[in-house]
């Protein structure tokens, strides 16, 4: 049986639909140029946007006569049998050789031209003739003297633009789609330097292994007012260049997601041909999900504790209002207060000139206290008490003091000096089922799982109240009532008086 060759014809208007296609954002072709600079060694690009053109140039290796031509060709395997750069051994970007056709979305023609030693050349890659010249794939190519102050390197610049490109959305493109932060690599937007973003806040660092290479990078957990849901999720890089954000189950985590950032990088992956998403059914995409869900269980926590953390300075604030009115409502009625008398000042008194103060607790005993030098003259019979040996005295043994009891690190403790003791706040996790509010000596405990606190927490101005009602409360079961309705009498009066302005 005789046997013939099938020849293969490829429809030159085809490979520029697909390439259109796959490249559905014009704006990507710029970040395809940038990235093959990158790949060639570039240390440098100037990326350059002018009203009918664009020039993307770099100071990379520049190409040769042979390079032209595997530039033109169509899935060169070059880039997989060498995923390597020559002189930085940069793990290379680019894999599939279609983006330059991709440029033909925006323009109806681009020029290469570079320089690589002695030899430099030119070609026009114009839209209209190349389809016009039927199956021949011959572009003019022409050769250009070498300019050795020049240097190597290469530039694209791409004419009759098709479409206007912002410079801000450009800015913005390029910000997240190239490698920025690779070392000896800079880019230049119309002639200032791109500079990769730094997001304050609590830093995850992220350094997993997978069967198929490391996941390494870092998640930032931003302030909350830094928070934003336009670029919401976890930037996932491929060689240096962000692939897409995944939020990895974060979109069940309310608002407090949107402050989460950052990129991890996954060199292994395997990523569609345009460069916009992942071969979801691969099994490295799958070892990769599975790390990312640890770590993400790790940044739910942190975010858990930074949130405690903000709830704690609200609540503080909050305590603390809360016992600035219960002190003044003491001060109006010292009969309710089981500290002792109460005043508004938060000093204590201070001696003054000679006589000074008696503090509260020796006023009482003032009486009794002997006065040097001074003898009863009307008692001749009186024993003298300079003569007479003091009589030993017994230290009273001192009632312990209960210590305030934390179920959780995270549990708020203000201490306030309130009469002649005090009294010391615990807030802490109860439980929703545990009691609203209890005390044990001076120690008062809040439960902040309850739903009445839960609901009340909400608002700064309905926490205070709702905390100034459970101290009240407890402050007045301290003083021993002798009904559950006198109890409620006195908590009643105090916060009434806490919440009267002052002037009233």
Same mark, same amino acid.
């Given at each position: 049986?005789?046997?013939?060759?099938?020849?293969? %014809?490829?429809?030159?208007?085809?490979?520029?639909?697909?390439?259109?296609?796959?490249?559905?954002?014009?704006?990507?072709?710029?970040?395809?140029?940038?990235?093959?600079?990158?790949?060639?060694?570039?240390?440098?690009?100037?990326?350059? !946007?002018?009203?009918?053109?664009?020039?993307?140039?770099?100071?990379?290796?520049?190409?040769?006569?042979?390079?032209?031509?595997?530039?033109?060709?169509?899935?060169?395997?070059?880039?997989?049998?060498?995923?390597?750069?020559?002189?930085?051994?940069?793990?290379?970007?680019?894999?599939?050789?279609?983006?330059?056709?991709?440029?033909?979305?925006?323009?109806?023609?681009?020029?290469?031209?570079?320089?690589?030693?002695?030899?430099?050349?030119?070609?026009?890659?114009? *839209?209209?003739?190349?389809?016009?010249?039927?199956?021949?794939?011959?572009?003019?190519?022409?050769?250009?003297?070498?300019?050795?102050?020049?240097?190597?390197?290469?530039?694209?610049?791409?004419?009759?633009?098709?479409?206007?490109?912002?410079?801000?959305?450009?800015?913005?493109?390029?910000?997240?789609?190239?490698?920025?932060?690779?070392?000896?690599?800079?880019?230049?937007?119309?002639?200032?330097? !791109?500079?990769?973003?730094?997001?304050?806040?609590?830093?995850?660092?992220?350094?997993?292994?997978?069967?198929?290479?490391?996941?390494?990078?870092?998640?930032?957990?931003?302030?909350?007012?830094?928070?934003?849901?336009?670029?919401?999720?976890?930037?996932?890089?491929? %060689?240096?260049?962000?692939?897409?954000?995944? !939020?990895?189950?974060?979109?069940?985590?309310?608002?407090?997601?949107?402050?989460? *950032?950052?990129?991890?990088?996954?060199?292994?992956?395997?990523?569609?041909?345009?460069?916009?998403?992942?071969?979801?059914?691969?099994?490295?995409?799958?070892?990769?999900?599975e790390i990312m869900q640890v770590i993400m269980e790790e940044v739910q926590r942190a975010l858990g504790r930074l949130s405690d953390r903000k709830e704690q300075r609200r609540t503080r604030r909050a305590v603390k209002e809360a016992f600035v009115r219960i002190q003044r409502a003491l001060a109006r009625n010292p009969d309710l207060s089981p500290f002792g008398p109460v005043s508004l000042g938060?000093?204590?008194?201070?001696?003054?000139?000679?006589?000074?103060?008696?503090?509260?607790?020796?006023? %009482?005993?003032?009486?009794?206290?002997?006065?040097?030098?001074?003898?009863?003259?009307?008692?001749?019979?009186?024993?003298?008490?300079?003569?007479?040996?003091?009589?030993?005295?017994?230290? *009273?043994?001192?009632?312990?003091?209960?210590?305030?009891?934390?179920?959780?690190?995270?549990?708020?403790?203000?201490?306030?000096?309130?009469?002649?003791?005090?009294?010391?706040?615990?807030?802490?996790?109860?439980?929703?089922?545990?009691?609203?509010?209890?005390?044990?000596?001076?120690?008062?405990?809040?439960?902040?799982?309850?739903?009445?606190?839960?609901?009340?927490?909400?608002?700064?101005?309905?926490?205070?109240?709702?905390?100034?009602?459970?101290?009240?409360?407890?402050?007045?079961?301290?003083?021993?009532?002798?009904?559950?309705?006198?109890?409620?009498?006195?908590?009643?009066?105090?916060?009434?008086?806490?919440?009267?302005?002052?002037?009233?």
């Amino acid at each position: 049986m005789e046997t013939s060759t099938l020849p293969i %014809r490829v429809d030159k208007s085809h490979l520029v639909t697909i390439g259109e296609r796959l490249y559905t954002e014009s704006i990507e072709l710029i970040r395809e140029l940038v990235n093959n600079a990158y790949d060639a060694d570039a240390t440098e690009v100037q990326v350059t !946007l002018a009203e009918n053109e664009i020039s993307v140039a770099d100071n990379g290796l520049g190409m040769d006569l042979e390079g032209l031509r595997e530039y033109f060709t169509i899935g060169t395997p070059d880039k997989r049998l060498n995923p390597r750069s020559a002189r930085f051994g940069r793990l290379r970007i680019g894999q599939f050789g279609i983006g330059k056709f991709a440029t033909l979305s925006a323009c109806e023609q681009f020029t290469v031209r570079t320089q690589r030693g002695a030899f430099a050349a030119e070609v026009i890659f114009d *839209k209209v003739e190349w389809e016009r010249g039927g199956d021949r794939w011959d572009l003019p190519l022409r050769l250009l003297p070498s300019d050795p102050g020049q240097g190597d390197g290469t530039a694209v610049v791409l004419s009759r633009l098709r479409r206007r490109f912002d410079l801000v959305e450009v800015e913005r493109h390029l910000l997240d789609s190239v490698p920025l932060r690779a070392p000896d690599f800079s880019v230049l937007l119309n002639g200032r330097r !791109l500079i990769p973003l730094h997001l304050p806040g609590h830093r995850v660092p992220v350094l997993e292994g997978t069967p198929y290479g490391p996941v390494l990078g870092e998640i930032v957990i931003v302030p909350a007012h830094l928070a934003s849901t336009l670029e919401m999720g976890v930037e996932v890089k491929v %060689r240096q260049v962000t692939v897409r954000r995944e !939020l990895f189950g974060m979109e069940a985590w309310g608002r407090e997601a949107a402050r989460v *950032k950052g990129e991890v990088h996954a060199d292994f992956l395997p990523v569609t041909a345009d460069r916009s998403g992942f071969v979801r059914d691969s099994e490295e995409y799958r070892a990769f999900v599975e790390i990312m869900q640890v770590i993400m269980e790790e940044v739910q926590r942190a975010l858990g504790r930074l949130s405690d953390r903000k709830e704690q300075r609200r609540t503080r604030r909050a305590v603390k209002e809360a016992f600035v009115r219960i002190q003044r409502a003491l001060a109006r009625n010292p009969d309710l207060s089981p500290f002792g008398p109460v005043s508004l000042g938060a000093a204590e008194p201070k001696a003054t000139g000679g006589g000074g103060v008696v503090p509260d607790g020796l006023r %009482r005993h003032a009486s009794v206290l002997p006065v040097q030098g001074v003898q009863e003259a009307t008692s001749p019979t009186a024993p003298d008490l300079a003569a007479t040996p003091a009589a030993p005295q017994l230290a *009273k043994p001192r009632k312990r003091k209960p210590r305030v009891r934390r179920l959780t690190p995270h549990a708020v403790v203000h201490r306030v000096r309130l009469g002649e003791t005090g009294v010391t706040c615990c807030l802490d996790h109860f439980g929703p089922d545990g009691p609203e509010a209890s005390h044990e000596g001076t120690i008062i405990y809040v439960n902040t799982d309850h739903p009445l606190y839960l609901r009340n927490s909400r608002r700064r101005e309905t926490q205070t109240l709702h905390l100034t009602r459970l101290l009240t409360q407890e402050i007045s079961l301290m003083k021993e009532p002798r009904t559950p309705r006198q109890a409620f009498e006195r908590q009643s009066k105090l916060l009434r008086d806490a919440f009267i302005d002052e002037g009233e």
